[in-house]
């Protein structure tokens, strides 16, 4: 499985917004010249986030994007959904019905069980989802302030309000 750039960009996003006093905004222009990702493809990462209720934007001179939740309410799996959708990663399209000796599915109206591929998938998707779950922004802040130097992230805010304000 392979998630779309959109997912790692929306995080990254997410991470910059959570920086962000609460007055403050950030356009949807300086979060992509930031990154080095074109624009027009995260300005639809950045809707869907919006569209989730997870990043509120404004229009206008002084207008762009903050979070519309605090940090600690937003989890890697609410972005992660926002830009991929609620469904599972594992759709089962029930092969085992083309084997030449296999049993004949159920009638109408009646089910049966998962094939064990399709258990062993779902069991690691809802894994995976549990595990993003339990990781917050404000989590994530706490390590990028413990991992990535000062001179970093005063040198990326800097940069942040040098462009706002030019």
Known sequence: MQLKNHVEWALHCCSVLAALPED?????KLLAELHGIPRE???KALQALSSAGI???TLGPTGGYKLAR???RITFLDIVEAVEGKGRTFVCTEIRDNMPCAEKPPAKGKTRRPCAVARVMYDADKAWRSHLQSVTLADLAKTVEKEVPLRVLKGNAEWLAAKRNA
Do not use: V
């Open 24 to 28: 403050e905004r950030i356009p949807a």
């Open 55 to 57: 990043i509120s934007g």
């Open 41 to 43: 493809y995260l300005s």
């Open 70 to 72: 605090a940090p600690g």
